[in-house]
């Protein structure tokens, strides 16, 4: 199975900062098609993880700009900036290239 | 808007079985892959089943192979998970899911004598 490694664990931020968060995978995640099938969610406490980037770099419906994600093969970034208190919670990330479909262990945000 | 409801949770001794259902509206259900992904108390996301959009194929990890089962009744827009010989380390909230794109709110299962 494919490893998901995000880091930190965790990351304390001060509102209207900007922090960013590493994922590195076990295996490149470049799919057969060509495409990269890497993914990030938010999820807030209490609530069901929802999608922020899709294939890497792409926004997903309604995402404000302030998040941005990037990186290839086996290493992957997602970039908050002007951090807002709705941004708070455990970011994961997920790669859906190989069976099965894995994702990190979470890093939790939190106000400084 | 797309939306997924989950029901059919509760507390299950070990060894017993357990059916989810997940009623789908705001898309082509027949359209799309369909998941469950679970979470246990405190800890991380498990993919746990896939199931393609005629029902032809279906997929599982090795922890639940052989014991858990997705379906789906495209007539009427919903999704299962029976889950059969449960143990205390399926314990978790279980997600529906469309493709990696939406998750309902979840449904609660607690395996425990």
């Known amino acids: 199975d494919v490893v998901m490694t995000q880091t930190p664990v965790s990351l304390s931020v001060s509102l209207g900062g900007q922090t960013s968060i590493s994922c590195r995978s076990s295996q490149s995640l470049v799919h057969s098609d060509g495409n990269t099938y890497l993914y990030w969610y938010l999820q807030k406490p209490g609530q069901s993880p929802q999608l922020l980037i899709y294939k890497v770099s792409n926004r997903f419906s309604g995402v404000p700009d302030r998040f941005s994600g990037s990186g290839s093969g086996t290493d992957f970034t997602l970039k908050i900036s002007r951090v807002e208190p709705e941004d708070l919670g455990v970011y994961y990330c997920?790669?859906?290239?190989?069976?099965?479909?894995?994702f990190g262990a979470g890093t939790k945000l939190e106000l400084k | 808007e797309v939306q997924l409801v989950e029901t059919g949770g509760g507390l299950v001794q070990p060894g017993r079985s357990l059916k989810l259902s997940c009623v789908a509206s705001g898309f082509t259900f027949n359209n799309y892959w369909m998941s469950w992904t679970r979470q246990a108390p405190g800890k991380g996301l498990e993919w746990v089943a896939s199931?393609?959009?005629?029902?032809?194929?279906?997929y599982y990890p090795d922890s639940v192979k052989g014991r858990f089962t997705i379906s789906r009744d495209n007539a009427q827009n919903t999704l299962y998970l029976q889950m059969n010989s449960l143990r205390s380390e399926d314990t978790a909230t279980y997600y529906c899911?469309?493709?990696?794109?939406?998750w309902g709110q979840g449904v609660m299962v607690t395996v425990s004598s």
């Open positions: 899911t469309l493709g990696p794109d939406y």
């Open positions: 997920y790669q859906g290239t190989h069976y099965p479909p894995t």
């Open positions: 199931i393609t959009n005629s029902g032809g194929s279906t």
